[in-house]
């Protein structure tokens, strides 16, 4: 089980720290991903994370601006997100691949996401 957490209201420029705490006794042998899914748009990768937190991902759009990590002994990934936009406001999930694809279709668990909303 996933749970998504840290989200809320920002102005552009600020930054947030999203959570995801999983339940179970091997997620540290999981990739882990983020996605989001904007108003009237399709869910899309963010970023993501090997198993081991050596491994890092970014779509180009967040690159530069945003860090996935990991504590396995916490259960916990996060996504820090520094110089937010506008355009960065969606629900933000994390998931568990089924696989080597990070495409939506290919993620085997979700979390329930978290709302960031970003004003301009």
């Known amino acids: 089980q996933l749970q998504a957490s840290g989200g809320g209201l920002v102005q552009a420029g600020g930054s947030l720290r999203l959570s995801c705490a999983a339940s179970g006794r091997t997620f540290s042998l999981y990739n882990m991903g983020w996605f989001r899914q904007a108003p009237g748009k399709e869910r899309e990768f963010v970023a993501a994370i090997s198993s081991s937190g050596g491994i890092t991902y970014y779509a180009d759009s967040v690159k530069g601006r945003f860090t996935i990590s990991r504590d396995n002994a916490k259960n916990t990934v996060y996504l820090q997100m520094n110089s937010l936009k506008p355009e960065d406001t969606a629900v933000y999930y994390c998931?568990?691949?089924?696989?080597?694809?990070?495409?939506?279709?290919?993620?085997?668990?979700w979390g329930k996401g978290t709302l960031v909303t970003v004003s301009s």
């Open positions: 998931a568990v691949p089924g696989g080597s694809s990070w495409s939506p279709e290919s993620m085997d668990y």
